[in-house]
């Protein structure tokens, strides 16, 4: 039969136990940390390009819920597909009109691609020319029409379904979604 442990043996045991609890502490604190830095400085439009091809729900500012399949995500923009009256419809929506999204998980992707730094001008460019009906929604209505003009920071909407057609000036920073019309 083993000696009972004596009271140094019992101490130093003590100490290994309380010295082992301390660095698990230590390690789990760091790790934490570590994952709180990480996940500070992971942004919106990496989470967004985690669920490209997945069903999103996007708030808008104006309270306005869109859902669909998320198509594509650059830094300024998203492009989602939804629904209509008339079937799927595309809406392209500037990151700055929404308010909150729902099915996020939570993964992120960074950029792979260069057209991701593509400004919402660049993309309403390519609508203008294709001359594509859309509609336009704004904080402070809707316009349908064509893309007339596109400048740096606005567009013009041709609202051609008027008795009298007009042209509506529209600031990018107003604009919450364009759609097909």
Excluded at 30 to 44: C, F, H, P, Y
Excluded at 47 to 64: F, N, P, S, T
Excluded at 91 to 119: E, I, K, W
Excluded at 133 to 154: M, N
Aim: aromatic share 2%; net charge positive; no cysteine.
């Amino acid at each position: 039969m083993g000696a009972a442990p004596t009271r140094w043996e019992l101490l130093f045991a003590d100490l290994e136990a309380r010295f082992a609890a301390e660095e698990a502490a230590e390690r789990e604190g760091t790790v934490a940390d570590l994952t709180r830095a990480e996940q500070a400085s992971i942004g919106l439009t990496e989470r967004l390009r985690a669920v490209v091809g997945g069903g999103v729900r996007l708030d808008l500012a104006d309270g306005e819920g869109i859902e669909g399949r998320l198509l594509r995500v650059a830094d300024g923009w998203l492009l989602l597909e939804g629904h209509g009256a008339r079937g799927r419809v595309q809406h392209l929506v500037p990151r700055a009109a929404l308010t909150g999204v729902v099915g996020l998980g939570r993964q992120a992707v960074p950029s792979g691609a260069r057209t991701d730094r593509l400004g919402l001008g660049h993309v309403l460019r390519g609508l203008q020319r294709d001359r594509a009906r859309v509609l336009v929604r704004t904080t402070g209505g809707a316009s349908t029409g064509r893309i007339g003009r596109v400048g740096s920071d606005h567009l013009d909407v041709e609202e051609i379904d008027r008795a009298r057609p007009v042209v509506r000036t529209v600031p990018f920073g107003a604009v919450l979604r364009v759609s097909e019309a």
